[in-house]
């Protein structure tokens, strides 16, 4: 079993869709929505949720005012800020760190676990999807996006499925990070623009630091040939494969609108030269 991860450094360079059209494309798979901060995997996929279960992260404190005795120790330890002057945790500033709970001469400060979130697995027209929803305004990403891969690692084995394809979250901290360490290959989505030179190369850093082997593919390259074309440069002298490129085609926003997958949706210039970069990132990471 060989997992993909697909990443863009930053949102909104296609990356979803594309990873959308390998749901359709590809065989004996199983797809992880990993970004988990906008999952939107679903709008295309429009899943069948077989499974849910919710996502507990850190801690929080919950002062009983029934045991409180107003002492002020808490508000003087908390270096979040998050107590305020009536003895009331903020759910929102508080970290989780336990230092009132251990300090607290009364006993009166709970700590129960955060509930961040749920994950699913769902049935979708492709195949199992593994996904979720974080609740606003909660962390824990990276630690998210770390359980759906490891449920997504167990069901691929139990049904004898050979690859795992990975949204991943834009950016390059921390859910990224666990989106893609360990990964058989990250394939990097960019855009041929000079913040898309930028992001490119931040996140091959990235997946170099974490000894995962990249590809690369422009999206809607025609917009600046000249710009596609050191990024193209760029990959060759970087070892980084290069998957190829994508042409600018509205028939990828529309077949968002149907909620359809580019290759299910058309036939037309950009589906094909997405399914010859599927041929290449197929051959190159599963075989
Ligand atoms: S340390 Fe405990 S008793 Fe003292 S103010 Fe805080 S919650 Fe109340
Ligand atoms: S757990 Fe830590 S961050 Fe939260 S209120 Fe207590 S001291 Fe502050």
């Given at each position: 079993?060989k ?13 979803t869709?594309?990873?959308a059209s390998?749901?359709a494309?590809?065989k ?20 069948t949720?077989r499974?849910e ?6 801690h ?14 808490c508000?003087?330890?908390c ?6 002057e009536?003895y ?10 336990g230092v009132?709970?251990?300090?607290c ?15 699913y ?6 195949g ?7 609740g ?14 490891q449920?997504a ?13 990975v ?14 360490a360990?990964?058989?290959g ?25 000894n995962?082997?990249?590809m ?34 509205r ?9 359809k ?17 599927w ?8 075989q």
């Amino acid at each position: 079993m060989k997992e993909l991860t697909i990443i863009s450094g930053k949102g909104g360079t296609g990356k979803t869709s594309l990873t959308a059209s390998f749901a359709a494309l590809a065989k004996n798979k199983i797809m992880v929505d990993a970004d988990v901060d906008a999952a939107d995997m679903d709008l295309i996929l429009t899943p069948t949720i077989r499974h849910e279960e919710e996502f507990k992260g850190g801690h929080y404190a919950v002062i009983n005012q029934d045991l409180c005795t107003e002492c002020g120790e808490c508000r003087e330890r908390c270096q979040f800020d998050a107590i305020s002057e009536d003895y009331v945790v903020d759910k929102i500033d508080c970290e989780g760190c336990g230092v009132c709970v251990y300090f607290c001469p009364a006993d009166a400060i709970e700590f129960p676990q955060r509930t961040c979130g749920k994950w699913y697995i769902s049935d979708t027209r492709h195949g199992t999807m593994v996904h979720a929803k974080l609740g606003i305004a909660e962390e824990n990403s990276g630690l998210l996006v770390t359980l759906l891969r490891q449920k997504a690692k167990k069901m691929a084995e139990d049904e004898k499925l050979e690859k795992i394809i990975v949204d991943g979250p834009p950016g390059i901290g921390c859910p990224v990070i666990a989106s893609m360490a360990n990964s058989n290959g990250v394939l990097i989505v960019t855009e041929p623009t000079l913040s898309g030179t930028h992001d490119m190369e931040r996140v091959h850093q990235l997946a170099e630091f974490l000894n995962v082997p990249s590809m690369l593919c422009v999206n809607k390259y025609d917009l600046n040939p000249g710009m596609a074309e050191k990024m193209q440069h760029y990959a060759e002298t970087h070892n980084i494969v290069f998957a190829g490129t994508i042409p600018y085609d509205r028939d990828m926003t529309k077949a968002m609108v149907e909620q359809k997958t580019l290759v299910e949706y058309s036939d037309g210039k950009a589906a094909q030269a997405v399914k010859a970069i599927w041929e290449k990132v197929n051959h190159t990471v599963f075989q």
